[in-house]
């Protein structure tokens, strides 16, 4: 079976979209970078050198310092799809994130985003 397309594609002509769909409704670059740091684990000179060397979605994931282990708490839908059902392991991945970059645009709160416990 043929990979998805998405694998392929370079992380950096994703990430403008995903800053694109923040700020149309009020939400932050540095908010959307915050989210994907969290997600992988990446400092931030680590993520720009990635957005800099154009590299893939797949080996952006594969190369991720440390996958949140917290990302599991993530579940719902994205367009249509659970993603706490995708099978495939780095499709799960990128639709973590696509999750968490739509929660964002809803205009969750950032603790709720990154899936913070409430103090005690």
Not at 56 to 74: G, S, Y
Not at 89 to 99: A, F, G, H, N, V
Request: net charge positive.
């Amino acid at each position: 079976m043929a990979k998805h397309r998405i694998f392929t594609t370079p992380f950096a002509s994703v990430y403008p979209h995903y800053v694109a769909k923040a700020e149309k409704k009020g939400r932050t670059k540095d908010e959307v970078d915050e989210i994907i740091r969290w997600l992988t684990g990446y400092t931030r000179r680590q993520f720009e050198s990635s957005l800099k060397k154009k590299t893939d979605f797949e080996t952006f994931l594969a190369e991720a310092p440390r996958m949140n282990p917290l990302r599991t708490l993530i579940t719902g839908t994205v367009c249509g799809i659970r993603v706490e059902e995708v099978e495939e392991p780095t499709m799960r991945e990128i639709r973590y994130l696509d999750k968490l970059v739509d929660e964002l645009a809803k205009g969750k709160a950032m603790e709720k985003i990154l899936r913070k416990p409430p103090e005690a």
